[in-house]
């Protein structure tokens, strides 16, 4: 649902700081290091590895290159079939290249932000090009560095 | 992972504007609606209604009253028994009061994303006291809610 915002945003030039501020902070400033699995890495695993973790988001890795991304709620959808958790490699339940949703290291946290909440997803990776057209995980960014950066700017 | 911080906190007197405009913002702004299923809804059922809903988190209720809190991480946590889903009542897999993190309709948003932060949850509850010393969820406040007012107040 849609948050009430009307009566917080009435101070421009108070705002104006903000955005300055916040557009000031760079994605790379408060990423988290990326935890990344294979694609053969059964679904299984990849549960027990976000919870040794403490993460929500794994990023699966093949020679460097990002091939995917997997969240809870994918782990989730695919804990439902009622299959044994063991023989599901999550290459079958990933979000594959190309249409993962990324950021680059030099990206405001606001850019992150904006697609966090555009594509409702809970961490995004931080990528850089590698020579042979693929792409590298350097980080990721999550609601939860986000809502970091909300308590830290206040302190 | 702890995130560099310090050399955003430089401007203090920006950043009391900062701190003065988002204390100013209470959960009851932002707040989104309680989904609610009962104790006796099966694990299953309560990972659909995740995905139908497109929350990350359960309240469990009886009678108005709030009685526990389901996240995906305990849906997930659940499936990994390779037990039938469907014979699992989230009774047993929930977080029940008086264990539950909550917040107050008057606590600022700051307050709330501590307290998510520092339990390390996705989402808490806000409640209102009953007559009968329970308490009532009228609502939620996620990191998806503290993420969307990092962005309301730059626009």
């Known amino acids: 649902a849609k948050p009430k915002v009307g009566y917080y945003i009435s101070n421009k030039k ?43 988001t794994l990023f699966v890795v093949e ?3 990002l091939k995917g991304v997997i969240s809870r709620k994918d782990l989730l959808k695919a804990s439902m079939g009622g ?41 995004i990776p931080i990528i850089t090009h590698l020579p042979n057209n693929k792409v590298k995980a350097i980080g990721r960014i999550s609601k939860t560095n986000i809502t970091n950066v909300l308590l830290e700017i206040t302190k």
Do not use: Q, W
């Open 63 to 65: 020679d460097e290159a």
């Open 14 to 56: 108070s705002n104006r700081d903000i955005i300055e501020k916040l557009s000031a902070i760079k994605v790379s400033d408060i990423k988290s290091l990326p935890i990344n699995v294979t694609e053969s890495t059964s679904v299984y695993d990849a549960i027990v590895t976000l919870f040794l973790e403490n993460v929500g």
């Open 83 to 123: 299959k044994d958790l063991n023989a599901i490699p999550v290459g079958i339940v990933m979000t594959r290249m190309p249409k993962i949703i990324y950021c680059l290291e030099e990206d405001s946290i606001l850019e992150a932000a904006e697609k966090i909440i555009e594509h409702e997803i809970d961490c």
